[in-house]
Nanobody, 114 residues
């Protein structure tokens, strides 16, 4: 089993930026495709960004051009840089493999307010 710990969330005004980070109890980032997901109040969890083992990335249309997923080899983390944040980005953000093969972590809350 693998445990994920997400961090970096917070309160930010529209147009602001945040950088989220995800650490895993085992270094699986070279084994699995990874992704960031989010769940807004009253909505289903959705995938927002994915990164393959080979470095390919893909994004939900709603965040394309604003979010960037990357792997920090030195810190063995998967990061999500978020720019030009909007109110609709407010959610709890989680990381997991593509297809969510492991249990969810606690997530990190991102709140965009004006």
């Amino acid at each position: 089993q693998v445990q994920f710990v997400e961090s970096g969330g917070g309160l930010v005004q529209p147009g602001g930026s945040l950088r989220l980070s995800c650490a895993a109890s085992r270094n699986i980032f070279m084994i699995y495709d990874m992704a960031w997901y989010r769940q807004a109040p009253g909505k289903q969890r959705e995938i927002v960004a994915g990164r393959t083992r080979g470095g390919g990335t893909n994004y939900a249309d709603s965040v394309k051009g604003r979010f960037n997923i990357s792997r920090d080899n030195a810190r063995t983390t998967i990061d999500l840089e978020m720019r030009n944040l909007k109110a609709e980005d407010t959610a709890v953000y989680y990381c997991n493999t593509g297809g969510a093969k492991f249990a969810w972590g606690q997530g990190t809350q991102v709140t965009v307010y004006s």
